[in-house]
């Protein structure tokens, strides 16, 4: 049955019936505007569809101004400071990163047949669910002032969603402030019902007397009743990826691949389009953000038939060690109007010490899209000509690039590798292998061969090339070799797009074995040619053969985990 199907089929409780109609997932969203713009606030009247979803409270501020939001945090939360810089630094509390474990899916039968249960999406029953959100709403009840953030998700109008956050930390507002796509006044005063709301109510703690509730955090998601959950948590970024998660389910129902990528385009030609995947630490902002090419996103996207188009209408960026020098762009971006979540600053001058992680090392700043000054507005683009899969391969033995047949493209997309280094974590002393289904796993809905068939389907009708770009080691190992300089991958990149690599290979193309990847046999500009075959950079050939099989093993090992659904592309993974 489809979602649609479903929904018509379903008999609809009185607080949702007026909100879902015919506006839900139709074409109604093409009302709304793609661009991206400071948020205008509104005094309208929303207490009515507030009490119809249980919120009494009457204290509302409806799409706070940045201004409120400075006042009512530095005011009222406990650690929040103005910067040097002008953004507003707030603490998340505990919580500083996401809790995956503690996410769960609503076991509901118009969708349970679609969801990859398992290693990610764990079943909740919807009496759990319905217990979670009684707490959630009894908490914010009970507060003095709760903040209500009214928004968009997608900036192509045609498959615009409109979100609702109901919160009760200024924090959390001009966070999502920052990270939906902002209506004009206008707009505002006409957005009607959401047609999905989450309810933040991260400063109370989850009952681990609930059925399928194992901690004090619990972050529940229920496709029948358009709703989110957060309980025991303030971070804020389990909010963003929540809204992706829905549209990561919701948007492939309607032929539309959503893909946890970052993308760019040529200055002058839109048909010049990029992805970039990429795990932490593969370079994948830095890499993308090319002052040469405008930015359509950092992190999220969905591939239509008309092109790409940005879920979000900010960025948000990790901030350790970050500069002016390495990453210019987002150092200025954070300005007021920013979020700083976790960072260290002087008592005194206020000033950020980036280099510092007392609290943690996942610091981040939060800002609008358009604080970064080559940023495209309306963030749309046309169909990529390029998709670049990047990894960091501590172990030395992937080729500094390779370009991928579609059979390989989808192999290496579910397989979504990289490698954690030497001291990254306790107990982290070899090169360790992590795969990420999809370059995103903790938020796929559908099982990865759902999103690995559509993008081979999209491939095919318009001819994109995708590229395998590892950012790690060559010469050896993590501790042995050295890890490709900086300059090399962007030369690299350079080169894919003016469209020359794409000619190197055919003229000179070198087959890389057990991975058996097409690569350059030399030829690239500002490249050295020792360094394209990593057989060729290591001096102990015996090693590099006993860590390429290992590294092809580890390949193997977790394709297997995702089940016979796969079969048909193991002849494009590596052979032993």
């Not at 899916?105 to 979670?132: C, Q, R, T, Y």
């Not at 992190?299 to 790409?308: F, L, P, R, Y």
């Not at 391969?393 to 390779?402: E, I």
């Amino acid at each position: 049955m489809t979602l649609i199907a479903a929904l018509a089929s379903r008999r609809l409780a009185p607080h949702h019936a007026s909100r879902l109609g015919a506006a839900a997932f139709g074409p109604a969203w093409a009302t709304t505007s793609r661009a991206c713009r400071p948020f205008a606030t509104a005094s309208g009247d929303i207490t009515g569809s507030l009490k119809n979803v249980g919120i009494s409270l009457t204290s509302i501020k409806r799409n706070p101004s940045i201004d409120t939001c400075y006042a009512d945090a530095t005011k009222n939360e406990p650690g929040t400071h103005v910067t040097s810089s002008g953004a507003l630094a707030a603490l998340s509390g505990a919580k500083t990163g996401r809790s995956p474990s503690d996410k769960r899916v609503v076991d509901e039968p118009a969708h349970s047949s679609n969801v990859w249960w398992g290693p990610v999406n764990i079943k909740l029953p919807k009496k759990s669910f319905a217990a979670n959100r009684k707490k959630a709403v009894d908490f914010l009840n009970s507060r003095d002032q709760l903040y209500v953030v009214d928004g968009y998700a997608g900036a192509d109008p045609k498959y615009q969603m409109k979100i609702r956050i109901i919160c009760s930390r200024a924090y959390h507002a001009l966070f999502m402030h920052n990270m939906l796509i902002r209506p004009t006044k206008e707009q505002l005063e006409t957005f009607g019902e959401p047609d999905f709301t989450i309810f933040n109510a991260g400063a109370t703690p989850a009952d681990t007397s609930v059925e399928g509730v194992t901690s004090k955090t619990s972050v529940a998601l229920s496709f029948d009743e358009k709703e989110m959950v957060i309980l025991g948590t303030e971070y804020a970024g389990e909010m963003k990826k929540g809204v992706f998660t829905i549209l990561h389910y919701l948007m492939p129902q309607r032929d539309v691949l959503s893909l946890h990528t970052s993308a760019n385009e040529g200055i002058n030609a839109e048909k010049d389009v990029s992805f970039f995947f990429g795990l932490s630490g593969t370079g994948k902002t830095t890499l993308s953000a090319d002052p040469r090419r405008r930015l359509i996103g950092d992190d999220e996207h969905c591939w239509s038939a008309k092109g790409v188009f940005n879920i979000e209408g900010g960025c948000y960026a990790k901030a350790v060690d970050l500069s002016a020098e390495k990453e210019p762009e987002i150092f200025h971006a954070i300005r007021k109007g920013s979020v700083l979540e976790n960072v260290i600053l002087d008592p005194k001058t206020k000033m950020v010490d980036y280099t510092k992680t007392d609290i943690t090392e996942n610091t981040r700043a939060c800002y609008p899209i358009d604080f970064i000054p080559n940023a495209k507005i309306p963030s749309v683009g046309g169909h990529p000509k390029n998709i670049i899969l990047l990894t960091c391969d501590a172990f030395g033995v992937l080729p500094p690039v390779a370009k991928l047949t579609p059979e390989q493209a989808m192999y290496h997309f579910i397989s979504g590798y990289t490698a954690k280094i030497a001291g990254t974590e306790v107990g982290v002393t070899e090169p360790q292998a992590t795969f990420s289904a999809c370059f995103g796993q903790p938020f796929l809905v559908w099982h990865p061969m759902k999103y690995a068939e559509m993008l081979a389907q999209k491939l095919k009708e318009h001819n994109t090339n995708v590229w395998l770009i590892n950012t790690g080691w060559t010469g050896g190992k993590y501790g042995v070799g050295k890890r490709i300089p900086l300059k090399y991958s962007r030369a690299i990149i350079d080169a894919i797009h003016s469209g020359e690599l794409s000619k190197t290979i055919e003229t000179s193309p070198q087959n890389y074995p057990v991975f058996n990847l097409s690569i350059p046999a030399g030829g690239v500009k500002d490249v050295p040619d020792k360094i394209l075959n990593p057989a060729d950079a290591w001096a102990d050939k015996k090693a590099f053969n006993k860590q390429i099989e290992h590294l092809a093993g580890l390949f193997t090992k977790n394709f297997k985990s995702f089940g016979s659904g796969v079969d048909s592309l193991k002849k494009a993974g590596p052979v032993l």
